[in-house]
T-cell receptor, first 114, second 109 residues
C-alpha cells in the first residue's frame, strides 16, 4: 500500500531534550516536505527536499533541521525543543514530474513540549 | 509576503450546494490545490487548478481566476460525511507551498 509513515504519532517531552520525528514513503517520490499545523494558522511549511541531499527552508524553519540521505526518508530533528514547537506535524511527499501532482500526507505527529 | 485567505467556518444543509472561496497573493503561481481534512486526520487531495476555469470531479468542482487571485471549491449534493475542513494551497515559485488556515464546513441534517 502506497503510504507516508511518520513516527512517533504522539510524543510528550521536555524543553531542551533533542528529538527526531521520522518520515518514510514507499512511492519513490522525489519531493518531501514537513509542515506544522496550528489552530488559526493552517499548515505552514518547515523544510522541503527536492531529492536526495537537496533540502531547502520553508516558511518557518527556525529551530528545526532535516536531512535527506536516502530518497525514502526525511527525518525532522528538533535539537533543543521549546514549548512554542508544540504542534501537530505532518510529513508529505509528491512525485515531482508534473505540476499537478498532489502531496500525500502522513497521519501526523502530535508533539507536546513541556 | 504570502497570503491565502479563506472563511473560517461555514454551515450548510444536507443535499444542498456550498461554495468555499479562497483568495491568494503569492510570489509566483504554479497551481492551486484543494484538500479535505477530517478532524484529527491527514489532509487528502481533492482538486487542482493551474489554468483559469472550472475543473469538475464528481460532486466536487474547483474554479480558478489567476488575474483575480481567486478560487472556489463547489460541493454539490452535500452529505453528512462532507463535514470537514477544506484547505486551499498555492504552489508558488521555488516549489514552496502556502496553505490557507482552512474552512470548517458543518453539514446539518
Amino acid at each position: 500500500e502506497a503510504q507516508v509513515t511518520q513516527n512517533p504519532r504522539y510524543l510528550i517531552t521536555v524543553t531542551g531534550k533533542k528529538l527526531t520525528v521520522t518520515c518514510s514513503q514507499n512511492m519513490n517520490h522525489e519531493y518531501m516536505s514537513w509542515y506544522r499545523q496550528d489552530p488559526g494558522l493552517g499548515l505552514r511549511q518547515i523544510y522541503y527536499s527536492m531529492n536526495v541531499e537537496v533540502t531547502d527552508k520553508g516558511d518557518v524553519p527556525e529551530g528545526y533541521k532535516v536531512s535527506r540521505k536516502e530518497k525514502r526518508n526525511f527525518p525532522l530533528i528538533l535539537e533543543s525543543p521549546s514549548p512554542n514547537q508544540t504542534s501537530l506535524y505532518f510529513c508529505a511527499s509528491r512525485l515531482d514530474r508534473t505540476l499537478s501532482q498532489p502531496q500525500h500526507f502522513g497521519d501526523g505527529t502530535r508533539l507536546s513540549i513541556l | 509576503g504570502q497570503n491565502i485567505d479563506q472563511p473560517t467556518e461555514m454551515t450548510a444543509t444536507e443535499g444542498a450546494i456550498v461554495q468555499i472561496n479562497c483568495t491568494y497573493q503569492t510570489s509566483g503561481f504554479n497551481g492551486l490545490f484543494w484538500y479535505q481534512q477530517h478532524a484529527g486526520e491527514a489532509p487528502t487531495f481533492l482538486s487542482y487548478n493551474v489554468l483559469d476555469g472550472l475543473e469538475e470531479k464528481g460532486r466536487f468542482s474547483s474554479f480558478l481566476s489567476r488575474s483575480k487571485g481567486y478560487s472556489y471549491l463547489l460541493l454539490k449534493e452535500l452529505q453528512m460525511k462532507d463535514s470537514a475542513s477544506y484547505l486551499c494551497a498555492v504552489r508558488s515559485s521555488f516549489n514552496k507551498f502556502y496553505f490557507g488556515s482552512g474552512t470548517k464546513l458543518n453539514v446539518k441534517p
